[in-house]
């Protein structure tokens, strides 16, 4: 927490940040970009979606990842978008699809290379539109566009409707996307290598969620990273990768350096 916590509030003079930049017309569509002060031919963007639910969260509360992965010379982009039960998917997927698609039409500065990542509720929305052809074009986003996802702690595939947890169905609004909002149903679709990640001792999402998703990948012939931490539990995770010397950094970094 305290490691995350001086990313907060102590300003970070090699880091730019331009806040609330609107993408759509609700008040919620929204983002803000953090990017080193100076961009070189090795900065690469990651497009981060935040979690929480579907219900809770916003950009503001993980500033902490922009600050600190642009520290490591990545532009960085947090998006957010409308929350449960009043937005119903596919309306956040669409939010999501939008901010990118807003990004490449009115930032010019943004890099060639993007990598699309999100922690839990938004290791989702990333995931479907990582997979799914249907949304990546509704992303504006070309075949090969994305060149990897970093997808965290996240939920992929729901239990049956009569036992899913209750956050799941007022995300869902109904059977009738049921099927359709599960990342697992468009693995077939994924273009990009995946890297993985969840904590051993989460008890909000388990893990078996990404190890199963590996395994999918893996039958598939899909390049993708494993890494489940010892010890680590759901928020840990993603409050770890502000931490320069995090375990997850140093997988990922491998991760990234054998896609060029």
């Known amino acids: 927490m305290l490691s995350a916590g001086r990313h907060l509030f102590r300003p970070r003079s090699n880091v730019k940040e331009r ?10 569509h929204k983002l803000d970009i953090y990017e080193p ?30 600050r600190s992965w642009s520290e490591k010379n990545f532009m960085v982009v947090l998006p957010n978008y409308r929350l449960a039960p009043d937005a119903t998917y596919p ?26 990542a999100g ?3 938004g290791a989702h929305l990333a995931s479907l539109i990582g997979f799914s052809e249907k949304w ?13 996802l970093i997808l965290l702690a996240g939920v992929y595939q729901f239990y049956p409707y009569d036992r899913a947890d209750p956050r799941v169905k ?19 679709g994924c ?28 039958e598939l012939d899909i390049r993708n990273e494993l890494l489940i931490e010892e010890g680590v539990g759901h928020l840990e995770l993603l409050l770890g990768t502000s ?10 970094e491998v991760f990234l350096r054998d896609i060029v």
């Open 191 to 218: 273009l990009a290598p995946v890297f993985l990640a969840h904590g051993d001792s989460d008890e909000e999402v388990l893990p078996e969620q990404t190890i199963q998703l590996s395994e999918e990948l893996t």
């Open 136 to 148: 990546r074009k509704n992303a504006e986003l070309k075949t090969g566009q994305i060149d990897g």
């Open 19 to 28: 806040k609330d930049l609107q993408y759509g017309p609700h008040q919620r």
């Open 170 to 188: 007022r995300f869902i609004g109904g059977k009738q996307n049921w099927e359709q909002a599960q990342p697992f149903n468009h693995l077939q």
């Open 37 to 66: 002060v100076e961009i070189d031919s090795d900065t690469e963007l990651i497009f981060f979606v935040s979690g929480g639910g579907w219900e809770s969260g916003s950009k503001d509360i993980h500033r902490f990842i922009g």
């Open 91 to 116: 309306d956040q997927v669409r939010d999501v699809s939008r901010s990118l698609a807003w990004l490449q039409d009115n930032y010019g500065k943004a890099p060639r290379t993007l990598y699309l």
């Open 243 to 252: 931490r320069k010397d995090a375990e997850i950094w140093s997988a990922l």
């Open 119 to 121: 922690h839990s509720a």
